[in-house]
C-alpha cells in the first residue's frame, strides 16, 4: 500500500475512473478539487514519474451575440430564401425582406451571399429588384458549421471534423465567430502509476495549519501537515472591478471634466421642437419618419415651455426670420413639433443648455443615451451612447473643434483622426471625423460643425458656437479592442477578466 497526500490520491483516483488521460477539468469535476490543487498534486506526481504532464495549445471557437442570434434563427440569407418561397417562389426584393423581417444593413449582406451562394435568380420586375427561386437550397458547410458550435458553446476546433474546421474560417470572416487560443494540460497516467493503483493507495488526510482544536483533542499526532511547494504557481484570483465599458465612460468624462467642460443632461423622451425643429431641420425631413425615431403613443404630444423661441423657430423655418437665410419655405406646424419621440440626438441636450446659458465663453458636454429604430448588428444598435459638446465663445472658428477632435481623441489614447466635408442641417460648415479600427477600418466616429445662424439666432446667442456629437460606442470598440458593439455590455466573465484597468 502506497501513501500519498491527499490531493494526489484524488488525482490518481480520477485519473482511473477516466481511463487512465484527463483534462485539468476533468480531474476537478471527478474529484472535487480545485484546479490549482490539482495541478500541485500533478508536479508532485510528475516528479516521480506517476503521471506525465502534457500541454498543447489549442484554438477555441465560440459563436459571439450575432452568431449565436444566427445559430438560433438560421442566416439572414436562408431568412429572405424562405421567404421567398413562401410568397409563391418569386417575388420582389422588398417584399421578401420585410416577410423575412430584414433592415438595415441585413438586407444587403443577405443579398450579397445569395448571390454568392447563387441561390436564387436575380431580376427585376417594374424595375425593381426581384428573387426567384425553384427550390430551397441544402443546408451549406458555413450553416452546419453554425448549428455545431450553436450546439456546443465553446469548443476546440482541432477536435471538430474536417469538413467543419474548413468552414470555420467563413464564420470568422463573417465576424460570426471568437477565436482565442488556450494551453490546455492533460494529465496522463504513466506505468508506474497503473502499478501503484493495482497495488492500492492509501490517501493521508492532510492539514495545511494546526489550529487549536488539533492541539487541545490531540488530534495533531494523527493528521499530517501538508507541504508548501513555494514553485507551485498560486491560485488565480479576480477581484472586483468595474465594467470595461462603464470605465471607459467615466474615462471620457474626466477627460472631459479636465479640460473645464462642464457636464449637462435632458429628458430622454423629449418633443420633436428641441429635438428637430430648434436645430433648424425641417419638419418633412426623413429623420421624423418612424423609421428614424420612436414616437410615443401616450402621451403623444407634450408642452412647448418658451413661446417666444417657438414663434422665432416658426418664422425661421417658414422665410428664414430675421437670420439672412430663405428658411425652408412651407408651413410650419406646431402639433408635430409638440410630438414626443425617445430622442434621437444628444444635441437636443445642446439646444436646452444655450436657451438657459447665454453668456460666454460656455463649455458644456452631455454622455448619455439615444434612441433609433435600427437593425442589431455588430455596428448598430437601438439604443446607444452618445457623446455630445458644445464650446461658445467669440472668435471660435472650425480650426478650434479639429483641434479639439483631435485632441480628445490624442487625450483617450484613440490614435490619428481623420477629417472630411460632412453636411447637417443645423450645422455649417460641417465636417465628418473617423478614427482607425484595427480590424474594421477607418470608421466614422463624429459629425461636428458651427452651429448655422438659423440655429442660434432665435435662441439669442450672439457668438459662434462649435459642436459635435460622437459616437461612443465606436470610441470604446476601438479602445477596448471590440469587434461587435454587443460586447461592449457583456456579461461573460472570462473577457470582462481578462481586460486591464485603464
Not at 231 to 242: C, M, N, R, W
Not at 335 to 343: F, Y
Amino acid at each position: 500500500m502506497v501513501e500519498l497526500r491527499e490531493n494526489e490520491g484524488k488525482t490518481l483516483l480520477a485519473l482511473r475512473v477516466l481511463g487512465g488521460k484527463g483534462t485539468i477539468e476533468d480531474i476537478m469535476r471527478i474529484s472535487g478539487i480545485t484546479d490549482a490543487a490539482v495541478m500541485r498534486a500533478a508536479i508532485g506526481l510528475s516528479e516521480r514519474k506517476i503521471v506525465n504532464v502534457n500541454e498543447r495549445r489549442l484554438s477555441y471557437v465560440r459563436l459571439n451575440e450575432e452568431g449565436i442570434s444566427y445559430g438560433q434563427f438560421g442566416l439572414p440569407e436562408r431568412g429572405l430564401i424562405r421567404a421567398v418561397m413562401e410568397l409563391g417562389g418569386k417575388a420582389l426584393l422588398q417584399e421578401a425582406a420585410q416577410k423575412a423581417h430584414l433592415r438595415g444593413e441585413m438586407l444587403p449582406i443577405a443579398l450579397g451571399w445569395i448571390k454568392k451562394k447563387n441561390w436564387a435568380t436575380i431580376g427585376k420586375i417594374d424595375e425593381k429588384i426581384s428573387l426567384e427561386v425553384a427550390e430551397e437550397p441544402e443546408e451549406g458547410p458555413d450553416e452546419k458549421t453554425l448549428r455545431v458550435i450553436y450546439g456546443k458553446g465553446e469548443t476546440v476546433a482541432e477536435e471538430l471534423t474536417e469538413e467543419i474546421r474548413q468552414a470555420l474560417s467563413i464564420l470568422e470572416n463573417r465576424n460570426l465567430l471568437e477565436v482565442t487560443e488556450k494551453v490546455r494540460r492533460d494529465l496522463e497516467l504513466t506505468e508506474r502509476g497503473w502499478d501503484l493503483l493495482k497495488q492500492g493507495i492509501e490517501v493521508a488526510e492532510e492539514v495545511t495549519a494546526l489550529t487549536s482544536d488539533l492541539i487541545v483533542s490531540g488530534k495533531w499526532q494523527d493528521m499530517k501537515l501538508k507541504e508548501y511547494d513555494v514553485t507551485a504557481a498560486p491560485p488565480t484570483l479576480y477581484p472586483g472591478k468595474k465594467h470595461v465599458y462603464a470605465e471607459f465612460i467615466e474615462d471620457a468624462r474626466r477627460t472631459l471634466l479636465a479640460m473645464g467642460f462642464e457636464e449637462y443632461e435632458g429628458p430622454l423622451v423629449e418633443t420633436e421642437f428641441w429635438n428637430f425643429d430648434v436645430l433648424f431641420q425641417a419638419q418633412d425631413h426623413p429623420a421624423r419618419e418612424i423609421h428614424d425615431s420612436y414616437l410615443m403613443k401616450e402621451p403623444s404630444q407634450g408642452m412647448l415651455e418658451i413661446p417666444d423661441l417657438v414663434r422665432k423657430v416658426k418664422h425661421t423655418h417658414e422665410n428664414g426670420w430675421t437670420t439672412g437665410s430663405t428658411g425652408w419655405r412651407y408651413s410650419w406646424d406646431i402639433n408635430i413639433a409638440r410630438r414626443l419621440v425617445l430622442r434621437t440626438q444628444t444635441t437636443a441636450v445642446s439646444m436646452r443648455y444655450l436657451a438657459a446659458y447665454k453668456d460666454p465663453p460656455i463649455k458644456m458636454f452631455c454622455l448619455s443615451h439615444v434612441f433609433r429604430p435600427d437593425v442589431l448588428d455588430a455596428k448598430h444598435s437601438m439604443e446607444f451612447m452618445q457623446l455630445e459638446g458644445i464650446v461658445g465663445d467669440v472668435n471660435i472658428t472650425l480650426r478650434h473643434l479639429l483641434g479639439f477632435l483631435q485632441g480628445f481623441a490624442e487625450a483617450m489614447n484613440l490614435g490619428k483622426v481623420r477629417f472630411k466635408p460632412g453636411y447637417f442641417p443645423f450645422t455649417e460648415p460641417s465636417v465628418e471625423a473617423f478614427i482607425e479600427h484595427p480590424k474594421l477600418g477607418w470608421i466614422e466616429f463624429a459629425g461636428a460643425g458651427m452651429f448655422r445662424p438659423e440655429v442660434l439666432k432665435p435662441l439669442n446667442i450672439g457668438f459662434p458656437v462649435i459642436a459635435w456629437g460622437i459616437g461612443f460606442e465606436r470610441l470604446a470598440m476601438i479602445s477596448l479592442g471590440v469587434n461587435d458593439i454587443r460586447e461592449l455590455y457583456s456579461k461573460r466573465l472570462d473577457w470582462l477578466r481578462e481586460k486591464p484597468l485603464r
